[in-house]
């Protein structure tokens, strides 16, 4: 998604430094070149020839060494990302510093209205310290965009806030930045992963959805200006950044969950896959074996058809994931439940269904329907999410 963008990257002299390599890679492989600013004290912690291997050679490190290139590198660049950022970079382009390669450039971007996110990453004694808390509160107030840092064991032995933030964090906020923003206005309500039914202390009834599409629709929608809630079952999955995320557990929690933050939501995509079924009677006490013959099964609620009979409901887009090419039951689930939509696939397919990376899927509206091949079920979520746009129109 980043083919033919221009990242201008900042390295300075943090110990996370040597994970710039991995911001290059991970933005290369997006399709995007990536110019390279290196300061003095970021060069004792990774040399020049890693990211001039790294980048193809776009590396600059001196401002007199490549006269003007501190202008020529931000106005040939999309987007100026400053990752590590350490406290004295923070500070220096707060306050107007221009002396060096990378403060003079950050200066010059700063005049271009273009996006600017920096990754700080530091000690937490420097992180909590109210100086640098004003001016990272002042780079803020100015549209510079920060992702992390993290809380967690930091370099020096310590724990507290101050991790530089994942690279896939960071790579995702570059994503977001150059993403035309053509859900903002919209609030969109999604559902993930599976839902547990318990029998006993011990044991539940659930299914082997991992979770990974909702989050996919979650992450794309937010990427794309939408202010998103993410309901989930218990999953492993990494929210997204930006994600307004509740944890559910049962079929009635997240039916609850749903039923608490539907009217104020422009569009609904339920991808969670609720256990069918769960028992008459939870019982307190650890099932015994021979009482197998007890279990009495009643249906839980179908909340894609509760939300479907709501009168002021909004966009409202299903799953359907089936055993075998069973297409017919997911067209007549459309019809069935009101919905404007859904999604059929089948999840015994190679590369499809559940804790896979990758989806098949056919998208089903009540004017037709598109097959789309095998793709990244981040790549689904954006065919999903440009269909329900096409929807939106139609009604609106
Ligand atoms: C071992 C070591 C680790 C450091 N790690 C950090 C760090 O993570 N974050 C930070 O803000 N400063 C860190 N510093 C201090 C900076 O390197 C120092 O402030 C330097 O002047 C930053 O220059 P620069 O912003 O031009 O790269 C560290 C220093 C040393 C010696």
Partial sequence: MLNGKSILLGITGSIAAYKSIDIIK??????????????????HFISPLSIEIASDGNVYCDMFESPLSHLSLPADSDLFVIAPATANIISKYANGSADDLLSAAMLAFSSL????????????KMYESPVFQRNLKYLISIGVKTVGPERGSLACGEEGIGRMADIGRIIEAIKGSMQEQDLAG???????????????????????????MGYAIA?????????????????????????????????????????????????????????????????????EKGDVSLLNLIKTTDILKEVGKLKDRPIVVGFSAEVGYKIERARRKLFEKGLDMIVFNDVT????????????????????ERKLPMMSKEDVAMKILDKIKGIKKTYG
Avoid: C, H
């Fill in 186 to 212: 919209d609030n969109i309500l999604v559902t993930a992963g599976p839902t547990r039914e318990y029998i006993d202390p011990i044991r539940y009834i659930s299914n082997r959805s991992s979770g990974k």
């Fill in 349 to 368: 397919a190679d590369g499809s269904g559940f804790d896979v990376d990758t989806n098949e899927v056919v998208i089903i509206d009540r004017e037709g």
């Fill in 113 to 124: 209205s273009r996006p600017m996110i920096i990754a700080p990453a530091m000690n937490w």
């Fill in 26 to 43: 991970g933005l290369r492989q997006e399709g995007a070149s990536v110019q390279v600013i290196m300061t003095k004290a970021s060069r």
């Fill in 219 to 287: 992450k794309i929608a937010k990427r794309r200006g939408a202010e998103v809630t993410l309901i989930s079952g218990p999953t492993s999955v990494v929210p997204p950044d930006g994600v307004n995320i509740i944890n559910t557990e049962t079929t009635n929690d997240m039916y609850k969950a749903v039923m608490d933050n539907i009217s104020w939501s422009s569009i609904f995509v339920m991808s969670a896959a609720v256990a069918d079924f769960m028992p008459a009677e939870t019982k307190k006490e650890k099932i």
